[in-house]
T-cell receptor, first 114, second 115 residues
Framework: DQQVKQNSPSLSVQEGRISILNCDYT??????FLWYKKYPAEGPTFLIS?????DKNEDGRFTVFLNKSAKHLSLHIVPSQPGDSAVYFC?????????????FGKGTRLSVIA | DSGVTQTPKHLITATGQRVTLRCSPR?????VYWYQQSLDQGLQFLIQ???????AKGNILERFSAQQFPDLHSELNLSSLELGDSALYFC??????????????FGEGSRLTVL
């Protein structure tokens, strides 16, 4: 039973354009969401996060949007660069209602084409 | 470099065998997490330790066990190995026990192949 779903296994985008990675979750009790980025032969690294009390968080070229009513979040990368090519994992947790480790989606492989 | 060290990086073994994966967390981090990534699967949480004590348990098989030692390094023991145990095993650390408002710092993973 996947509580965090990334329905697109892969995405290809041209350099300079916007990349939009999507993530859906089933448990409305999740109150904190994170995106991790993973290069081959490396461990995942933290990219950006958002609390459920917000609907947007921005950090440079990366913006995460949260739509609680739809139980959906998305990661926007603008402009996309070849170095952004990686697997992106969406993760969720219960911060304010418990003490649980992160629940991850299956990941989306982003390819940015020069 | 996340500061989390995992050994070995690669391991090939046979069904029925037992292996031990080792993790050294970042300096000062008290919490260690183990995750499994199988083919086409996301990161599946296995188990968490905080300052030597088990804090949370996920989808960890009874054939698997873990511990965290006084120096805070952790070991994941996998026994009676099956073909389906072939996966990438990640260790992550964080300063705190839970309340994941921040990031986990992941090691590079240990790739286990069971033949």
């Amino acid at each position: 039973d996947q509580q965090v779903k990334q329905n697109s296994p892969s995405l290809s985008v041209q350099e300079g354009r916007i990349s939009i990675l999507n993530c859906d979750y089933t448990n409305s009790m999740f109150d904190y969401f994170l995106w991790y980025k993973k290069y081959p032969a490396e461990g995942p690294t933290f990219l950006i996060s958002i609390s459920s009390i917000k609907d947007k968080n921005e950090d440079g070229r990366f913006t995460v949007f949260l739509n609680k009513s739809a139980k959906h979040l998305s990661l926007h990368i603008v402009p996309s660069q070849p170095g952004d090519s990686a697997v992106y994992f969406c993760a969720a947790s219960f911060v304010f209602s418990g003490n649980t480790p992160l629940v991850f989606g299956k990941g989306t492989r982003l390819s940015v084409i020069a | 470099d996340s500061g989390v060290t995992q050994t070995p990086k690669h391991l090939i073994t046979a069904t029925g065998q037992r292996v031990t994966l080792r993790c050294s967390p970042r300096s000062g981090d008290l919490s260690v997490y183990w995750y499994q990534q199988s083919l086409d699967q996301g990161l599946q949480f296995l188990i968490q330790y905080y300052n030597g004590e088990e804090r949370a348990k996920g989808n960890i098989l009874e054939r698997f066990s873990a511990q965290q030692f006084p120096d805070l390094h952790s070991e994941l023991n996998l026994s009676s190995l099956e073909l389906g145990d072939s996966a990438l095993y990640f260790c992550a650390s964080s300063p705190v026990s839970g309340a994941n408002t921040g990031e986990l710092f992941f090691g590079e993973g240990s790739r286990l192949t069971v033949l």
